[in-house]
Each structure stands twice: as structure tokens, then as C-alpha cells.
């Protein structure tokens, strides 16, 4: 059981304890991917979906979502986040839209769960903004695509 950070010895569950490590510079960028049909992806690329801006409200929920990962994941530690950017590639072929989580810090622990947080639910309100047009979508691809900082060092994902 010892093998994960989360469970001690017994096997109870417990917040890892980083108060010995030292604040270091960390980044971790995260993406996730909504498709929708071809009209719904024209009406948020046109904005005019009717609850309004989808993209920059989809960017604000997921910059307010990494600055609260720690109320939503149990054993996240409470982090003092500097910057977080949320980014949207529309592929019109595809009708779908990729989306990049940026959330750097200096602190004792990674940022991997913010990016995660801020990627997911960026992709969740386009969903919610757009459900009235298209409840077929589908979120996907959700992961880790780069992090940087801390004892483990650097990490890039390969492509698929």
C-alpha cells in the first residue's frame, strides 16, 4: 500500500505532507477536446449562441476552476496559483474544439490536477452553454500534456 502517496501504511487514506520540500517554479498545460455538430460549432465560432459568449465565459469558469481544485479534489493541497491561461483551437473540419490549460506556481507541489481541472471544466460549460443546441456533444481526450518543476522534472506527453 505504501507504494501510493495518498494511503499510509494501513491503507488509510491522507493529505501528502510537503511542508519539507522547497517551493520550486512549476507548469503543467493540460487539454481536453468538445465535439459537437457542425451548426453548434458554427454558432459558437459566430457567437451567437443564445446564453451568450461561449468561449470566454468557458475560459473564465476554467481559470475560476484551477484557483478551486482544492474544494473539489480531496486530497489537493490549497495552492497559491500566479497565472492561469486557458486557450481554444477550433478545428472546423473536425467541429470540434481542442482546449489548452496553462496554470503555473512556486510552491511545493505540482499543478498537474489545476490544469486537469481548468481544461475540464472549461470543456463542461461549453457543454452547458450549448446543450440547448446539441446534447450529442462529446468531451474527450482529457490528460496531462506537459509539466515542468519539482523532484520529478520535466514531462511531455507523445502523441497518440
Known amino acids: 500500500m505504501s507504494d501510493f502517496t495518498h494511503m499510509d ?7 501528502v ?28 465560432i459566430d457567437n451567437t449562441v443564445r446564453k451568450g459568449n461561449v468561449l470566454e465565459t468557458a475560459r473564465i469558469a476554467g ?5 478551486k481544485t ?16 486557458v486557450d481554444f483551437f477550433p478545428d472546423e473540419e ?18 498537474e490536477m489545476e490544469a486537469l481541472t481548468a481544461a475540464s471544466v472549461a470543456a463542461l460549460t461549453i457543454y452547458d452553454m450549448c446543450k440547448s443546441h446539441d446534447r450529442a456533444m ?13 523532484k520529478s522534472g520535466t514531462y511531455v506527453r507523445q502523441a497518440d
Open 17 to 44: 505532507d510537503v511542508s519539507r520540500k522547497a517551493p520550486t517554479d512549476r507548469v503543467a498545460v493540460a487539454g481536453a477536446k468538445i465535439s459537437m455538430n457542425p451548426e453548434t460549432f458554427r454558432k459558437v
Open 70 to 85: 482544492w474544494d473539489l479534489i480531496p486530497m489537493c493541497h490549497p495552492l497559491n496559483v500566479v497565472h492561469v491561461q
Open 63 to 67: 481559470i475560476m476552476a484551477a484557483k
Open 94 to 111: 473536425t467541429s470540434s474544439i481542442r482546449i489548452s490549460a496553462s496554470v503555473r506556481i512556486c510552491d511545493r507541489t505540482g499543478v
Open 9 to 15: 501504511e494501513q491503507g488509510r487514506v491522507r493529505m
Open 138 to 150: 462529446v468531451i474527450s481526450g482529457i490528460c496531462v500534456l506537459e509539466k515542468s518543476g519539482g
